[in-house]
């Protein structure tokens, strides 16, 4: 192979490795309800919390809460419109809870607790279509328990108030493996 068409491939793997860096550092970390966290006490209003959020593919929710008192639930629209905690896609119950939005379109979420629903503890998360959203790299686990996720999944439970950390550390792994590409590229052209 000629110089140039190492050159190329070079630009090309160099290419990819910014698309990735790109890709998974755009993705955002979101505590439900900020610092009032998942709860029924002082009313919190999450549709309001919900509406003030561009929420995109590969977003992460955390849902911080008591978890002898609360748990999260991902529903249908016509049990989170009801209330319905009887057939839940996925449960959530550590107390600290980090779910990845993977899927464009609303999202549904009630804590399962009987009355905390119609007491308002409930969200409906809509993620915006994006026509540059880029695959996400990392495998994400299922939730503890309960069936299909319905387009959320699970992600490891950051240890209190780390979410920033998680989008630091979503970052570092991008810039891994942009800099690995990147040694593969200068490998090539060696």
């Known amino acids: ?32 309800g900020d610092k009032t966290g998942w709860t ?35 529903v249908s629209k016509a049990d989170y419109k ?4 009887n057939k839940p896609m996925a449960t959530w119950n550590s107390g600290n809870d980090s779910v990845v939005l993977n899927t464009t379109g609303h999202h549904y979420f009630l804590c399962g607790i009987p009355g905390h629903c119609a007491g308002g503890q409930k969200v409906d998360i809509r993620v915006a279509a994006s026509s540059s959203a880029a695959p996400s790299m990392v495998p994400t686990p299922e939730p503890s328990s309960g069936g299909g996720s319905g387009g959320a999944t699970a992600a490891p439970s950051p240890h209190p108030n780390a979410a920033p950390k998680a989008l630091l550390a979503g970052r570092s792994v991008a810039a891994t493996v942009a800099a690995s590409l990147l040694s593969l590229a200068a490998a090539v052209l060696a």
């Open 1 to 32: 192979m000629g110089v140039g068409g190492a050159a190329r491939r070079a630009a090309a793997v160099a290419a990819l490795a910014v698309a990735v860096l790109a890709g998974v550092a755009s993705a955002a970390v979101y505590e439900v």
């Open 40 to 74: 029924i006490m002082g009313n919190p209003d999450y549709a309001a919390w919900a509406s003030g959020k561009r929420f995109k593919v590969n977003d992460v929710v955390v849902f911080t809460y008591n978890k002898q008192f609360h748990n999260v639930m991902a």
């Open 82 to 85: 009801n209330c319905d905690a």
